[in-house]
């Protein structure tokens, strides 16, 4: 008897291990030779990864990992570079490019000169009826000139069209014909305070205005506008480029268009399988007579109803995900980032009045919310409204934060902290970090934002582009910052104490943005179980010279398992983009990023 239960059970493990031999299922993916940034305290070293679904299920070694593949395994070899996780930009203004395929891109473009030169090119080829447009993203401080362009300059390079040129939410120069058709002088112009119309010594407008937000915004909407087709072309290019830089996960901070209506091109993207970013957003209304936050909730509630954190494209892991409402929950308590002017202070009393009327509808409805708040004297009345709503509606573990905190003192660090919240900084002092000093000094520039004092807080952080107006949507300029502590025109504008190291500067960008997105468990890390969101870069983060880092980019970028852009000896592995509309456009001939010829 003991004999033939000995026989059974051969026969039955004999079995067990020729149809486990039979049915092995490979791997989707593998990348091997590659030097990978894992940010995973169980695994910190390995050189090749295994996706499956759309996830990572292998780390390790080459031998173990290639040891998972089958005949239907897609092979790529990383020839010894640097792989990280795929960044994320958890504060970025994708859905306001409506316009990009319209617009000449001046952001990595090095000297003035050849700024004017891409000007008079596209003034050529621009037809009768339209714009040329130099919308936001690049700074005077990136060209070896240091300067903006005058006005003659640009009529000389633009002579017969009419143009604006606009930096960051602070100036924008126009000529003639674009005056008369935007109506400055008239009644036609947009009115919002702190607007200034320069004026020569005769009396008339030069065609510099300085001014806000607010109206820099108009103008934008009183210009010829792109056809739907056009504008859901150029949402594909732009997001091409977000891949381009390594970014795999996005959250979109607030659109003068907002959810549902603003949202269909985006849509209509993941239709056409070309969303190739994770896309959670909050949410910003504008609703006529109603205040922004009412409007917000009528809209989430009644016209299109979506819960926080739902996922309106299920087939993609926080493909297109509702996250909540800001950055602005009320227009007259926004405080209008310009370091060319001092900082907009805002009626205390005000301020804590409509935040906590404001806040208390949207913690009762338990919707997450942000706050564009940059100076400290606004932070403060804030975190007074934050404290008293939450010892009457207890905030209680909802996720909310302040966008961009440039100068918050290390006590209201700590209120933030106690409060639950976290803090997205962003990129603009790498951007416009000269100007911050012209207005305020070297010594407050040097300390601004405390950058050692929040990473070492353990507060929720993340650092972010605000692109693509008042930043550069470049995420390497900003690590590159906080790294040396050198703006873009190379001076030193962080301490050296103040400065991060390229571990902690990486984890901004990542798992630490991932918090901001309710993602930490998903992304941010090169680890069994998370999302196969990686980047392979163009020169080793780690090793470069600090003055290399800034141009670093990807050349093989992969979400959700998916080869989602490639370049140089992965450029045949990258999806084909499709022909750039209309045929005059700027982003046909230049791209949405300089690149030397």
Not at 564 to 570: A, E, K, L
């Given at each position: 008897m003991r004999r033939l239960f000995v026989i059974i059970a051969a026969l039955h493990i004999g079995t067990l291990g020729a149809r486990s031999a039979g049915s092995f299922v490979g791997a989707d993916l593998i990348v091997f030779n590659a030097t990978i940034t894992t940010q995973s305290l169980a695994i910190p070293r390995a050189s090749a990864l295994a996706v499956k679904r759309g996830r990572i299920y292998a780390v390790g070694s080459d031998a173990d990992i290639l040891g998972l593949k089958d005949n239907n395994t897609r092979l790529i070899d990383a020839h010894g570079r640097r792989l990280i996780p795929g960044l994320m930009d958890a504060h970025v203004h994708i859905l306001n490019e409506r316009n990009y395929n319209y617009e000449v891109k001046w952001e990595g473009v090095p000297t003035l000169k050849i700024a004017l030169q891409m000007l008079s090119e596209q003034a050529k080829r621009t037809p009768q009826g339209q714009w040329v447009k130099v919308i936001g993203g690049w700074s005077p401080y990136q060209f070896a000139e240091r300067r903006h362009p005058t006005l003659e300059e640009l009529k000389k390079a633009v002579p017969d069209r009419p143009f604006i040129v606009q930096y960051a939410y602070n100036v924008a120069f126009l000529n003639e014909p674009a005056m008369q058709a935007l109506g400055v002088g008239t009644d036609r112009f947009p009115k919002f305070a702190g607007t200034v119309f320069e004026k020569d010594s005769q009396g008339q407008y030069t065609g510099v205005v300085r001014a806000n937000t607010f109206t820099l915004v108009t103008l934008e909407s009183m210009v010829p506008q792109p056809s739907y087709e056009e504008q859901v072309n150029g949402l594909g290019y732009i997001i091409n480029l977000e891949n381009r830089f390594g970014v795999t996960s996005v959250i979109d901070a607030g659109a003068a268009q907002g959810y549902p209506d603003g949202h269909q091109p985006l849509q209509d993207l993941a239709r056409q399988n070309r969303l190739n970013v994770r896309f959670p957003f909050i949410d910003l209304q504008f609703g006529g007579s109603s205040e922004l936050v009412d409007a917000e909730i009528n809209a989430i509630t009644q016209r299109s109803p979506v819960s926080p954190r739902e996922n309106l494209l299920p087939s993609v892991a926080h493909g297109h995900e509702y996250e909540g409402a800001g950055e602005m929950l009320r227009l007259s308590l926004h405080d209008h980032e310009n370091f060319d002017r001092p900082a907009i202070v805002i009626d205390r009393d005000s301020m804590v009045q409509y935040?906590?009327?404001?806040?208390?509808?949207?913690?009762?409805?338990?919707?997450p919310f942000r706050m564009h708040l940059s100076y400290n004297e606004n932070i403060t009345p804030f975190l007074d409204a934050l404290e008293q709503i939450n010892a009457q509606t207890p905030l209680d573990g909802l996720r909310w934060s302040i966008e961009h905190a440039e100068t918050i003192t290390p006590e209201n660090i700590e209120r933030v902290k106690r409060l639950g919240g976290g803090i997205a900084l962003d990129g603009k002092m790498a951007m416009h970090g000269d100007a911050f000093v012209r207005t305020y000094s070297r010594e407050k520039a040097l300390r601004t934002p405390a950058l050692r004092r929040l990473v070492e807080s353990g507060i929720p952080l993340a650092m972010t582009s605000d692109g693509f107006r008042a930043g550069s949507i470049n995420p390497w300029i900003a690590i590159s910052w906080t790294v040396s502590g050198k703006s873009i025109s190379g001076s030193e504008i962080l301490a050296t104490d103040n400065r991060l190291t390229r571990e902690e500067a990486l984890k901004l960008w990542t798992n630490g943005a991932a918090w901001f997105g309710d993602q930490e468990n998903d992304t941010g890390k090169i680890e069994p179980g998370y999302l196969a969101d990686f980047a392979l870069l163009s020169a080793d983060y780690f090793t470069v010279p600090e003055d290399q880092v800034k141009n670093i980019s990807s050349v093989l970028t992969v979400?959700?398992?998916?080869?989602?852009?490639?370049?140089?000896?992965?450029?045949?592995?990258?999806?084909?983009?499709?022909?750039?509309i209309p045929a005059w456009s700027p982003v046909k001939y230049f791209g949405g990023y300089y690149n030397p010829k």
């Open positions: 935040i906590t009327e404001d806040v208390t509808k949207l913690v009762k409805r338990r919707i979400m959700d398992g998916r080869v989602v852009f490639g370049n140089g000896d992965y450029s045949d592995l990258a999806p084909k983009l499709p022909e750039v």
